[in-house]
């Protein structure tokens, strides 16, 4: 809400908050968009949340199947029940099931249902996932140094996930090292994979599966259900205004104050509140309005308030060098 409009600059203050909001609004999207091109959905704020809402539930669900097996009768065990115990650990386990899940299968378009990700892929893609974890596991007891100069080079070079898992796989085979864990072919990866995705799907009822054609030929699908993909873009829309574009104010911004320690400097409801000191919760700037920190805020408006200007000469070296 606009305070003080004397300020000849006050409507083009005014003007550059509604354009922060477009461009934060742009930018999640946008983020959220090209994450979902690169199959990496699941680290985005929107997906972050959907597998943060799914793995609880999951993870629960394999130890109930896992424990239900074990108490059954005598006599063959499945083989599901071998790979989850050969890998030894079922809270990695259903996060990395779930990620590649979502990676795969969600999507936030708005043609309705989600992708139409074939279950046989999706399963040995995530299993796949599953597999590589446990051969890294097996490359850090083994190969500890050469790990950690490789994850350096990943980070300083800054590769997506599959170019990473590419060299990853070529280091192997450069150090001799085995890639496939004895009894993890794609057989039985794919029973593993329909295990733990009827688990998922009974747990938590966020995806379905379908059938569709191709010719007369039928292909079994997955997807996201439609109500929850339409939970999600509503969530979405909810949260696009919270990572707001900050950009520089051409009127002095509202001075803070004790009682005044979120939503000051700026203006207008268009920008996300600010808060005086950053990512601080409530409680504690309640405790803060209650104290006295003249001593503090006293300096903070006075920096604020100092005006700023374009460097001229360094625009010119950003233009060249772009």
């Given at each position: 809400?606009?305070?003080?409009?004397?300020?000849?600059?006050?409507?083009?203050?005014?003007?550059?908050?509604?354009?922060?909001?477009?461009?934060?609004?742009?930018?999640?999207?946008?983020?959220?968009?090209?994450?979902?091109?690169?199959?990496?959905?699941?680290?985005?704020?929107?997906?972050?949340?959907?597998?943060?809402?799914?793995?609880?539930?999951?993870?629960?669900?394999?130890?109930?199947?896992?424990?239900?097996?074990?108490?059954?009768?005598?006599?063959?065990?499945?083989?599901?029940?071998?790979?989850?115990?050969?890998?030894?650990?079922?809270?990695?386990?259903?996060?990395?099931?779930?990620?590649?899940?979502?990676?795969?299968?969600?999507?936030?378009?708005?043609?309705?249902?989600g992708k139409?990700?074939?279950?046989?892929?999706?399963?040995?893609?995530?299993?796949?996932?599953?597999?590589?974890?446990?051969?890294?596991?097996?490359?850090?007891?083994?190969?500890?140094?050469?790990?950690?100069?490789?994850?350096?080079?990943?980070?300083?070079?800054?590769?997506?996930?599959?170019?990473?898992?590419?060299?990853?796989?070529?280091?192997?085979?450069?150090?001799?090292?085995?890639?496939?864990?004895?009894?993890?072919?794609?057989?039985?990866?794919?029973?593993?994979?329909?295990?733990?995705?009827?688990?998922?799907?009974?747990?938590?009822?966020?995806?379905?599966?379908?059938?569709?054609?191709?010719?007369?030929?039928?292909?079994?699908?997955?997807?996201?259900?439609?109500?929850?993909?339409?939970?999600?873009?509503?969530?979405?829309?909810?949260?696009?205004?919270?990572?707001?574009?900050?950009?520089?104010?051409?009127?002095?911004?509202?001075?803070?104050?004790?009682?005044?320690?979120?939503?000051?400097?700026?203006?207008?409801?268009?920008?996300?509140?600010?808060?005086?000191?950053?990512?601080?919760?409530?409680?504690?700037?309640?405790?803060?309005?209650?104290?006295?920190?003249?001593?503090?805020?006293?300096?903070?408006?006075a920096m604020q308030n100092?005006?700023?200007?374009?460097?001229?000469?360094?625009?010119?070296?950003?233009?060249?060098?772009?």
């Amino acid at each position: 809400m606009v305070t003080d409009t004397s300020h000849p600059m006050m409507a083009e203050q005014i003007a550059l908050e509604a354009e922060m909001r477009d461009v934060t609004r742009a930018r999640y999207f946008s983020n959220h968009e090209k994450a979902e091109e690169r199959d990496e959905f699941s680290d985005t704020h929107a997906g972050r949340n959907v597998l943060g809402f799914a793995l609880e539930a999951f993870t629960q669900g394999i130890h109930e199947w896992v424990e239900e097996k074990k108490a059954g009768k005598a006599g063959r065990r499945p083989r599901a029940l071998k790979l989850i115990e050969d890998f030894d650990d079922i809270d990695t386990m259903a996060f990395i099931f779930t990620k590649w899940l979502i990676n795969t299968t969600l999507t936030t378009s708005k043609s309705g249902k989600g992708k139409a990700a074939r279950k046989t892929r999706v399963v040995l893609s995530a299993t796949q996932a599953i597999h590589d974890e446990l051969r890294m596991r097996y490359f850090a007891e083994n190969r500890k140094a050469l790990l950690k100069k490789i994850v350096q080079d990943f980070q300083r070079r800054e590769l997506p996930r599959r170019r990473r898992r590419d060299l990853m796989i070529k280091q192997f085979h450069t150090q001799q090292l085995e890639w496939t864990a004895e009894g993890w072919g794609q057989k039985e990866r794919l029973n593993l994979g329909l295990v733990l995705l009827e688990i998922f799907i009974k747990k938590t009822g966020m995806v379905e599966e379908f059938v569709t054609y191709d010719g007369p030929r039928s292909i079994d699908c997955l997807a996201f259900t439609e109500e929850m993909v339409s939970n999600l873009t509503e969530r979405m829309e909810r949260a696009a205004n919270l990572f707001t574009v900050f950009y520089p104010m051409v009127v002095p911004p509202k001075p803070w104050t004790n009682s005044r320690l979120i939503g000051g400097a700026y203006y207008t409801e268009n920008v996300q509140p600010y808060r005086f000191v950053k990512d601080a919760k409530h409680n504690y700037l309640s405790e803060l309005e209650n104290s006295d920190i003249d001593a503090i805020l006293g300096p903070v408006n006075a920096m604020q308030n100092t005006g700023w200007r374009v460097n001229s000469v360094m625009v010119e070296v950003l233009d060249a060098v772009f």
